[in-house]
């Protein structure tokens, strides 16, 4: 009987198939790894950031600019970790 958790499509797949579809999984939960990271080190910069923008003259503001790109990395990684681990039914823990 085939494993109803898993979708239609994986159900018949042969062992390469598989391997492909393991390192595609692997590699979404990469990206999200990264994605909390960066998260981490944004959530941290905002503590600097706030000072800079306040005491910073003019247009140089470099930790605004580090925190802003942090971000941007989190909301990016995360995107592109949650489209490569799609129709994961386990949590991966390594």
Not at 24 to 40: D, S
Not at 60 to 67: D, F, G, K, L, R
Not at 69 to 74: C, E, K, N, Q, V
Request: hydrophobic share 45%.
């Amino acid at each position: 009987m085939a494993n109803t958790l898993l979708p239609y499509e994986e159900r018949n797949l042969t062992p390469d198939e598989v391997e492909q579809l393991d390192r595609r999984r692997r590699a979404g939960q990469l990206c999200l790894v990264i994605c909390f990271q960066c998260l981490i080190v944004s959530t941290l910069l905002t503590l600097w950031s706030g000072q800079d923008l306040t005491y910073s003259p003019g247009w140089a503001h470099p930790m605004a600019y580090w925190n802003a790109i942090t971000f941007l990395g989190a909301v990016i990684f995360g995107l592109v970790g949650i489209r490569l681990r799609r129709g994961s039914t386990e949590f991966i823990s390594y």
